[in-house]
């Protein structure tokens, strides 16, 4: 069974840094795609960024291009998500997943395990 573990939300002002880490559980974390999703109170869970099973290959959603990163460790068995000059727009509960093949996917139904979410808040 895989359990996927996020760290690093919390309370933030506009224009602040946060980092967001994924601990996964399990041996095989570096043959997946592993990704980050968010949820804002009252909206649809949204694609955030994905990550391929090397790191050599990353997509991120347009609005986000150029203020978030993603990276992994696969010595580790952790993906993060860097997030530099953050919203109030950003507030939201970010998950990481486990895709279901090494490639990467911006699809919510190619993700198979999902971490509980960790709660980011930007204040004004």
């Known amino acids: 069974q895989v359990q996927l573990v996020e760290s690093g939300g919390g309370l933030v002002q506009a224009g602040g840094s946060l980092r967001l880490s994924c601990a996964a559980s399990?041996?095989?974390?570096?043959?997946?795609?592993m990704g980050w999703f968010r949820q804002a109170a009252g909206k649809d869970r949204e694609f955030v960024a994905t990550i391929s099973w090397s790191g050599a290959g990353t997509i991120y959603a347009d609005s986000l291009k150029g203020r978030f990163t993603i990276a992994r460790d696969n010595t580790k068995n952790t993906v993060y998500l860097q997030m530099n000059s953050l919203k109030p727009e950003d507030t939201a509960v970010y998950y990481c997943a486990r895709s279901n093949g090494p490639t990467i996917t911006t699809l919510t139904q190619n993700y198979n395990y999902w971490g509980q979410g960790t709660q980011v808040t930007v204040s004004s």
């Open positions: 399990g041996r095989t974390f570096s043959s997946y795609a």
